[in-house]
């Protein structure tokens, strides 16, 4: 039977859906060498024990069809199955022998030490029950709830606690069956999960507590799973069946491996790029999956707002020129380079594009995958494209001068050029290009104006308004006396408690105009651009995110998170 799992459950809730059997229940509690696996004991059960339970004595592992199945010492005293048995009205009582390791670390749990514990003190125990006949299991736990509730002094409230602490955080995502095919389906259903939580990035992490799974969402990781047995060891298992997927040689484990490949999750199809790299413990798989339709359909839908995107749709309208997109890894800049181009698709232009990878598939678009194994470069691939009469050109990203220099002849040329750079923000860029060695004169004529962007968490609905402090106007630079509400993170179940949901972008839209062509061809140093910038009014990357805290599109920790705001100026991190 195979079973993914159900997060959270008990082994006692997942008997009760018939999602495991009795037998793999107890086997995943205590192994066939007496270790016991304190992950699976069941902290509602040990909570309903009633607090004179003689703990050192008898754990409490599983309460199924009318008996209680407890972990005992090798040689337990022969009276302490009767004696566990009146204390629970006269209830079945079936022993599973536990190792000394595992009695050791369950006498820290429950504070007590080994060496002051002894069979003799089984004769502690009373059996505080009046026999009661006839009670349903289910009567017999709910007044074992009833007295531990209205037991004070219960020590049991300690155990609690301790055992919370140990058991990872993690939820512990079992599969039932040891067949393959129901890993692979499992490993399937979890990738749709992840999806289904617009994560863009599955990590599967080999530790020793097995593997940890995390998912990234909204730029963010964060913890989802744990594949972990006591039955076989998962970790290779699978990241087996994720090479399977993604065509991958299982065989090869000591090399990294990149794969990619198209599946259908959750009825969308989407593409899975899977690279795997071995580690301490195994080898770690990482899994970005890449949906098919672009989400983005419009420059407003990226976050620009209206005011700057008459200046943007301009330079886009041009025939000839440069347009450069900046900002770091993961700051967006590949949805609006695939946002502007789908504008600028229609029949009567040839659209070529270089990059890698290629993440989206473009209708119309003819898109070149780098491929430098086959020689196939940025600037080899650009070169071939600007013989075949294209009309705009996209080149995933300016690395060296080589491609540079021919990006920015392709743009003096008669075509349209668009890139990226990997620059903080828009005045830099201009800085970045004069240092690779382009000359002045050539940036002032190609280029038409730099974009640059990050991405910043959007507040969920379940938000909370409040008035900015004192201190916290001052560092945006507003004034006091207006009625300034800014949002606060919540939580809530929709946006799996982390107070945000979905992304969107800041923008910093610098046009090459006059007066800043004339400053390039004197090779300006960096402030004397920025300044230029404030006086032609051109709204920062800080300034477009304070845009953004006033309408509560976004919170102020989340913009400081990803913009360096400092009182004297606004600086970009
Ligand atoms: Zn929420």
């Known amino acids: 039977m195979a079973t993914a799992n159900p997060i959270k459950q008990s082994l006692t809730q997942l008997l009760k859906a018939g999602k495991t059997t009795l037998n793999d229940a107890l086997s995943l509690l205590v192994d066939n060498t007496g270790?016991?696996?304190?992950?699976?004991?069941?902290?509602?059960?040990?909570?309903?024990?009633?607090?004179?339970?003689?703990?050192?004595?008898?754990?409490?592992?599983?309460?199924?069809?009318?008996?209680?199945?407890?972990?005992?010492?090798?040689?337990?005293?022969?009276?302490?199955?009767?004696?566990?048995?009146?204390?629970?009205?006269?209830?079945?009582?079936?022993?599973?022998?536990?190792?000394?390791?595992?009695?050791?670390?369950?006498?820290?749990?429950?504070?007590?030490?080994?060496?002051?514990?002894?069979?003799?003190?089984?004769?502690?125990?009373?059996?505080?029950?009046?026999?009661?006949?006839?009670l349903t299991s289910q009567q017999k736990l709910t007044q074992l709830r009833q007295q531990q509730a209205s037991s004070l002094t219960a020590p049991q409230g300690r155990l609690g606690a301790e055992l919370e602490a140990t058991i990872e955080k993690i939820p512990i995502r079992q599969i039932m069956a040891t067949d393959e095919g129901a890993i692979a389906n499992d490993v399937r259903a979890l990738m749709g999960e992840a999806l289904s939580q617009r994560a863009s990035d599955i990590h599967f992490e080999p530790t020793t507590k097995g593997l940890i799974v995390r998912f990234r969402i909204d730029g963010i990781l964060r913890d989802a799973c744990r594949y972990f047995s006591t039955v076989q060891d998962l970790r290779k298992v699978v990241i087996a069946r994720i090479k399977i997927i993604a065509d991958?040689?299982?065989?090869?484990?000591?090399?990294?491996?990149?794969?990619?490949?198209?599946?259908?999750?959750?009825?969308?199809?989407?593409?899975?790029?899977?690279?795997?790299?071995?580690?301490?413990?195994?080898?770690?798989?990482?899994?970005?999956?890449?949906?098919?339709?672009?989400?983005?359909?419009?420059?407003?839908d990226l976050g620009m707002p209206k005011s700057r995107i008459a200046t943007y749709e301009e330079w886009l309208s041009r025939s000839q020129g440069m347009i450069l997109i900046t900002g770091p890894t993961g700051s967006g800049k590949t949805s609006t380079l695939y946002t502007s181009l789908a504008k600028l698709v229609d029949t009567t232009k040839n659209v070529v594009t270089v990059e890698d990878p290629v993440e989206y598939q473009l209708a119309r678009v003819n898109q070149v995958q780098v491929n430098v194994k086959a020689g196939l470069t940025f600037s080899a691939g650009l070169r071939s494209i600007l013989r075949q009469d294209p009309d705009i050109v996209m080149i995933g990203e300016i690395r060296d001068l080589e491609t540079a220099e021919i990006a920015i002849q392709a743009a003096l040329t008669g075509h349209l050029v668009l890139s990226t750079l990997h620059t903080n923000d828009a005045a830099s860029t201009i800085a970045r290009l004069m240092d690779m060695g382009i000359?002045?004169?050539?940036?002032?004529?190609?280029?038409?104006?730099?974009?640059?962007?990050?991405?910043?968490?959007?507040?969920?609905?379940?938000?909370?308004?409040?008035?900015?402090?004192?201190?916290?106007?001052?560092?945006?630079n507003l004034s006091s006396s207006k009625d300034e509400v800014f949002a606060k993170a919540v939580g809530c179940e929709k946006c799996n408690g982390s107070g945000y949901s979905g992304r969107e972008g800041i923008f910093e839209i610098m046009p090459v105009s006059e007066s800043i062509q004339q400053m390039i061809q004197e090779r300006p140093n960096l402030n004397q651009i920025k300044t230029e910038l404030v006086k032609l009014g051109v709204p920062s990357l800080a300034h477009a995110g304070i845009q953004k805290v006033r309408k509560r599109k976004t919170t102020l920790e989340e913009l400081l998170r990803v913009v360096s705001i400092t009182k004297q100026g606004q600086e970009e991190k």
Not at 75 to 88: E, G
Not at 264 to 280: A, E, M, Q, Y
Not at 454 to 466: F, I, M, N, T
């Open 35 to 134: 270790a016991l696996n304190f992950e699976y004991l069941d902290k509602q059960l040990l909570s309903a024990m009633p607090s004179s339970w003689p703990a050192e004595q008898a754990i409490p592992l599983l309460f199924w069809s009318n008996k209680l199945y407890v972990g005992v010492p090798d040689n337990p005293d022969p009276a302490l199955k009767k004696t566990l048995s009146d204390f629970l009205n006269g209830c079945q009582i079936e022993f599973k022998t536990i190792m000394p390791e595992s009695w050791n670390k369950w006498f820290t749990l429950i504070g007590k030490t080994p060496g002051n514990v002894t069979p003799a003190q089984t004769t502690n125990l009373k059996p505080q029950l009046q026999p009661q006949p006839t």
């Open 248 to 300: 991958l040689n299982i065989a090869e484990q000591r090399q990294p491996q990149d794969g990619r490949v198209t599946e259908v999750l959750g009825g969308s199809r989407v593409d899975l790029r899977v690279s795997t790299l071995p580690t301490l413990h195994g080898e770690k798989c990482v899994i970005r999956i890449l949906p098919h339709d672009n989400n983005y359909t419009s420059l407003i």
């Open 439 to 476: 000359e002045p004169y050539l940036i002032s004529s190609a280029l038409i104006g730099v974009v640059a962007q990050r991405l910043v968490r959007k507040v969920c609905s379940c938000h909370q308004e409040y008035q900015p402090s004192v201190e916290e106007l001052e560092l945006l």
